[in-house]
């Protein structure tokens, strides 16, 4: 493991983070993608980072001109002050035929001029941090892979020599990198992108090797935003597991905090489920409002409904959620699944949790699949994510939207109640010539609760939850029928 000393910031937090605190000073490192991942913008988030510490920082181009460079760092807002740019790239000359070579292959003269080239700036410039960009075009010049590995090896020997941090640059795709560098450098660090069918690419980065260091392995998000690269780590909920207990969250409905046992355990998840309609996103908002008037801070993920929506809604419901937002204590965040990546997703939740929303809605877990190019991967990232939020003591409140009507089976597209730690049910049921709506808990972790079923209304009062519906049985079939001898006591579990 390298000293603490002897690391440095690649300029991106995110990779950092991933990365155990930075780069070892002093060693080659492979950043390989296809064009378009943003290698570029990478290298140059690494020199600006070393320009700003007052180091001195090389670009070394092949193929790209310095105007480029420079226009790519105006659509970040950049200046690249600091930063020299070296251009190592055949000029115009060449096109006439009277300047082509005859005696010896081109590949033999251009590829020790350019070697030459390289290690002249760089012994007069002595810098602290350079970018090679790119292997393609020494591979090119190099003909055979031979060679090519012989010039990376004796390259690798000068930049030790001036004890230089190193970034070679290749352009191929992570499936198909190249091995002959992987095998020489310190790190290669894999950009990726795909192509969704709907919506923005998908890009992620990868630490295929980075030697000594016990690094985050596997896919992390990132976006290529103006600024330069965002990347988002990939969530580990172990790193933060503790021990220790939290205090319930009430609904404000004393019938309905009866039906729980009291209410919500902190640091619990609670599966809202129901068909379209029930009263799901207005229950989850009747807990937010609760917990507002307790002092508390809490933040709302929207898929489906926009937040001006959700605001004239639950007004309409004698809930003030208007208030909370201009002061900054409740999050309202309306999600726009095809712009989204799940570790960003993620990351945003995670965020809100540090800045100290003790309460925190997703609706709905519907939207949060179709923010999914792998539904395989869906239950990983939620089962990462609500270990994270309950171990930091946060009431999580996921809306899960059932498939079933009156009468037919309730399934949801998602299957998701064994993650839960407690599941509220919504259904319809027909009786007395109208459609009505019962609320009952199906699962709780952490501790007793009620095991009836009673009446749920939405008013423009708010939330009404009723009586026991001890006049009915078969309710949960969507019709039920006149009990005639109704149980004269509660059962609980």
Known sequence: MEDQESIISTGITGLDSILAGGLAQGRLYLIEGEPGSGKTTTALQFLSEGAERGE?????????????????????????DGIHIHEVIPDERLLDASQQYTMFHPSEVEMGDTIRNMVRVVTERKPSRIVLDSLSELKLLAENPLRYRRQVLALKHFFGTQ??????????????????????????????????EYGAERRRVRVVKYRGVEFRGGYHDYQIRRGGLVVYPRLIAAETRTIMQHPQLKSGLPRLDALLGGGIEGGTSTLLSGPPGTGKSSLAAQFVSTALKDGLCAAMFLFEESVNNLLLRTEAMKMDLRTALDAGTLELRQIDPAELTPGEFVHAVCASARAGARVIVIDSLNGFMNAMPDERLLMTHLHELLTYLGQMGVVTLLVGVQQGMLGSPATTTLDTSYLADNIVMLRYFEAMGEVRQTIAVFKKRGGMHERTLRRFTLTSEGIEVGEVLREFEGILTGVPRVNSAPVAREGVA
């Open 56 to 80: 001195s920082v090389l670009y070394i181009t092949l193929a790209e001109s310095e105007l480029e460079l420079r226009s790519i760092a105006r659509s970040h807002g950049w200046t690249l």
């Open 163 to 196: 004890s230089c941090t190193v970034y070679f640059l290749d352009d191929r795709g992570g499936k198909s990198g190249d091995m002959q560098v992987r095998s020489i450098v310190h790190g290669v660090f894999s950009l990726e992108q795909d192509a969704k």
